[in-house]
């Protein structure tokens, strides 16, 4: 079956520091791995990552998937109280169009 | 439209009552989704149409969930005899093509069941 799971499940900092995010999965016949973020209600598309080693980066936000080892971790430098959100990974695997996601890690950021 | 619209944004209803939620995807946007997303859970999957065509029902929960894309753009995910285990956040997404990019989401109908 399916699995996906995430690190930390929670986590609080402090305005400025540096959080990594991880996302393990065991998923048959991988193609793709999503990041989201979840504010409120609608997860927001953050990274789809289909290759080994390549990082992905948008402002603050990088990503980077290792498909030997079967994880993906998310970073987020110098981070702001608007970053606070549940972030999701979803692997998307080979025939197949559904998402299968973590269950999310909660991220506060303290000013 | 801008963005995935879903309605209402919450729903109460009794035990054993029907009901139906509504999502508006973007326009022109070939797949639909429908996730479940239970409180400290992620989303999971229930249905995906493509056009009018549902390809995957896999994660339907029992018969008593029902989806529909009849002219392959408004979709109807509805729930008979709702049950407390029903109890969650309805999120549909679409997207342009199959599988080639992330999905747009809609902000979620809440469901109570009590």
């Known amino acids: 079956e399916d699995k996906v799971v995430q690190s930390p499940l929670s986590l609080v900092v402090h305005e400025g520091d540096t959080v990594t995010l991880n996302c393990s999965y065991e998923?048959?016949?991988?193609?793709?791995l999503l990041w989201y973020k979840q504010e409120k209600k609608a997860p927001t598309f953050l990274f789809m990552l289909?290759?080994?080693?390549i990082e992905k980066k948008s402002g603050r936000l990088s990503s980077i998937l290792d498909k030997k080892e079967l994880f993906s971790i998310l970073n987020i430098t110098a981070t702001q109280t608007g970053d606070s959100a549940i972030y999701l990974c979803?692997?998307?695997?080979?025939?197949?169009?559904?998402?299968?996601f973590g269950q999310g890690t909660r991220l506060t950021i303290n000013p | 439209g801008a963005g995935v619209s879903q309605s209402p944004r919450y729903k109460v209803a009794k035990r054993g009552q029907d009901v139906a939620l509504r999502c508006d995807p973007i326009s022109g946007h070939v797949s639909l989704f429908w996730y479940q997303q239970a409180l400290g859970q992620g989303p999971e999957f229930l249905t995906y149409f493509q056009n009018e065509a549902q390809l995957d029902k896999s994660g339907l929960p029992s018969d008593r969930f029902f989806a529909e894309r009849p002219e392959g753009s408004v979709s109807t995910l509805k729930i008979q005899r709702t049950q407390q285990e029903d109890s969650a956040v309805y999120l549909c997404a679409s997207s342009p093509r199959t599988g080639l990019e992330g999905y747009t989401f809609g902000s979620g109908t809440r469901l109570t069941v009590v």
């Open positions: 979803a692997p998307r695997f080979q025939g197949a169009q559904k998402l299968v």
């Open positions: 998923v048959t016949n991988f193609r793709s």
């Open positions: 289909t290759s080994s080693g």
